[in-house]
């Protein structure tokens, strides 16, 4: 691990990492609770994968960077032009942001991730305060075993892509801690909206949940801002990509030397 890396950037950038799947949330059911589940077990199976060899972690790492800015961006365009943007601009900056992100080294990245870590659970849980009149717990159902366990094991994908920052920090416990916490987030949040919504079907319902409650207007721009976060959540993990890409070949030269 990079000394001037500590640990909490490190578990910051891995919340944000998984933090960034928050606009996509289904609102299920049994979803809060499985993905509760599913970032305990994945933070386990990180740790154990962590132990394999780093030519083939890198490797993964590497396919991983290639594929996930084209996956962000296939999943914010109809974003965009849902939300009145108009997508190619906002596509255009979102991938200007992310690549001076990167520019600026892994270690600004990680440094980068804390405050707006910070940003993002105070405005999640001022969210919660304020949509709370408003849930309805009758939306809740018993999970059953079966249907649960695929659930649950549907968002390890998305967790164990944490792989990709664990590899720039070069240690497993720190991102193991982040996809907790970031697991704990996304939970909060989906349990949020499904509260809100119950059995509603949105395009993004995390972010359509945000006009639903009886809050005042002030508290409603709030989240409409906490959309834009989980967005900057989004160019958060593109520009590890981008800085993991920028960093794997001076290592594999070096290592060939």
């Keep these: 691990m990079d000394k001037h890396i500590f640990s909490q950037w490190q578990v ?86 992310a690549c001076l992100l990167a520019r600026r080294g892994a270690d600004c990245l990680f440094m980068w991730s804390y405050p707006v870590m910070l940003a993002a659970g105070v405005l999640l849980f001022l969210s919660v305060g304020v949509t709370l009149p408003d849930w309805e717990t009758r939306f809740l159902e018993v999970p059953q075993a079966v249907p649960f366990l695929r659930e649950c094991i549907s968002t390890l994908p998305g967790y164990l892509a944490v792989l990709l920052p664990a590899r720039l920090a070069g240690d497993a416990k720190a991102p193991a801690r982040g996809i907790l916490l970031g697991g704990v987030f996304l939970s909060l949040l989906s349990l949020r909206t499904l509260l809100l919504l119950g059995g509603a079907v949105y395009p993004y319902p995390s972010y359509a949940a945000a006009g639903l409650a009886a809050v005042g207007d002030f508290l409603r721009r709030c989240e409409v801002v906490f959309g834009a976060v989980l967005v900057i959540c989004e160019c958060t993990r593109v520009a590890a990509c981008f800085s993991f890409l920028r960093t794997a070949a001076p290592r594999k030269a070096a290592a060939r030397r």
Aim: charged fraction near 5%; include cysteine.
């Design 12 to 97: 910051a950038l891995c919340a944000l990492f998984v933090l960034a799947d928050g606009l996509y949330l289904p609102a299920g059911p049994t979803h809060w609770l499985a993905l509760l589940c599913g970032a305990a077990l994945s933070a386990a199976l990180l740790l154990l994968i962590g132990k394999l060899p780093g030519t083939l972690l890198d490797f993964v790492s590497a396919v991983l960077a290639l594929l996930l800015p084209l996956r962000s961006l296939f999943r914010l365009y109809p974003f965009w032009d849902y939300a009145g943007l108009p997508p190619l601009l906002a596509a255009a900056l979102f991938l200007l942001t």
